[in-house]
């Protein structure tokens, strides 16, 4: 079989030399990142914004539990991503594997010391490390959003006055509330989650903030590494699946009154920015190495093949 100088060229290692100090700086950043998001979350309180007694969009019912709870939440926009991203890299990795592609070395120096970090792990590290710190950015930057707008929630005036009712609780329809205290406030130090500081923090919508920056990212990974396989019509239907989760999962913020609907695009806007910004990290980092093996494959008929 004749063998051509391309093919001899899609055979060579790619070689990538890593920093340790790299490492190190990735590894702080994230540490900084979710550090300052738990301050944020747990010790910064909210801005006491005033409020007017007749604005009937503060009067929705306690919710009594959340359609999408924080635990599932965590599942659809973290683990449902990092367990497709590693079973992709696991399929294309055999892939690459049996056609005998060019592989990536990458090779970290320790001192005098080289180490050659096989192309998978290489891989893994670059896509799962930049997808974690993205929704970790995320997260802090939504609670910076929560804490500095102050917005009160749907339910704010039943869970923080136990009032239910507009007629006896607003004396002047026209007056501005700026001095009051809700049922429940404290002077920990350790804010509570869902205490009387919540419901001041309604802008923006975490729920949605986290579906769309772990599902969106999830999109554009599937369309930048799927298209190179011949299946057909489902990497469009995974990527409308992913929009449509993260979308179910912000409308149930409205319906069940934890956030007003501009909370929830807010969200959604911040989300969809950061996976932008994190996916187009991730092909930038990969421009030599995994999408030059991907079109090799399609230049070789790798659509056909598998």
């Known amino acids: 079989?004749?063998?051509?100088?391309?093919?001899?060229?899609?055979?060579?290692?790619?070689?990538?030399?890593?920093?340790?100090?790299?490492?190190?700086?990735?590894?702080?950043?994230?540490?900084?990142?979710?550090?300052?998001?738990?301050?944020?979350?747990?010790?910064?309180?909210?801005?006491?914004?005033?409020?007017?007694?007749s604005d009937l969009n503060l009067y929705h019912p306690k919710p009594p539990q959340n359609v999408?709870?924080?635990?599932?939440?965590?599942?659809?926009?973290v683990i449902v991503p990092i367990i497709v991203i590693l079973l992709s890299e696991g399929v294309r990795w055999f892939y690459l594997?049996?056609?005998?592609?060019?592989?990536?070395?990458?090779?970290?120096?320790?001192?005098?010391?080289?180490?050659?970090?096989?192309?998978w792990a290489g891989n893994l590290y670059i896509?799962?490390?930049?997808?974690?710190?993205?929704?970790?950015?995320?997260s802090f930057l939504t609670n910076v959003g929560k804490v500095a707008v102050g917005?009160?929630?749907?339910?704010?005036?039943?869970?923080?006055?136990?009032?239910?009712?507009?007629?006896?609780?607003?004396v002047d329809p026209n007056a501005w509330i700026v001095n009051y205290t809700c049922i429940g406030e404290s002077s920990t130090v350790i804010v509570e989650k869902d205490g009387a500081f919540d419901i001041r923090q309604s802008f923006p919508s975490g729920h949605s903030s986290t579906a769309f920056c772990g599902l969106i990212f999830l999109a554009l990974y599937i369309y930048k590494v799927w298209r190179y396989r011949n299946f057909g019509l489902l990497p469009y239907?995974?990527?409308?699946?992913?929009?449509?989760?993260?979308?179910?999962?912000?409308?149930?913020?409205?319906t069940d009154h934890r956030h007003h609907p501009t909370d929830v695009l807010g969200g959604a806007i911040l989300g969809t920015v950061i996976a932008i910004i994190a996916f187009r990290s991730v092909v930038r980092s990969f421009k030599r190495s995994v999408l030059l093996d991907l079109e090799n494959e399609t230049q070789r008929g790798g659509r056909d093949d598998f």
């Not at 239907?237 to 409205?254: D, K, P, Q, V």
């Open 1 to 53: 079989m004749d063998v051509t100088a391309a093919d001899v060229r899609s055979r060579q290692s790619i070689v990538q030399p890593v920093s340790i100090l790299k490492l190190i700086f990735d590894g702080f950043s994230i540490i900084l990142v979710l550090s300052t998001w738990l301050i944020f979350k747990y010790i910064v309180r909210p801005v006491r914004r005033p409020f007017l007694c």
């Open 68 to 77: 999408i709870p924080s635990w599932l939440l965590f599942l659809c926009g």
């Open 97 to 119: 594997l049996r056609k005998k592609a060019a592989r990536v070395v990458y090779k970290l120096q320790i001192r005098s010391t080289i180490y050659n970090i096989p192309e």
């Open 127 to 138: 896509i799962i490390g930049i997808f974690v710190f993205a929704s970790a950015a995320n």
């Open 151 to 170: 917005r009160h929630r749907p339910h704010f005036i039943p869970s923080c006055f136990n009032q239910t009712s507009y007629q006896p609780f607003c």
């Open 237 to 254: 239907l995974m990527e409308i699946g992913c929009f449509a989760l993260a979308a179910y999962i912000g409308i149930t913020r409205i």
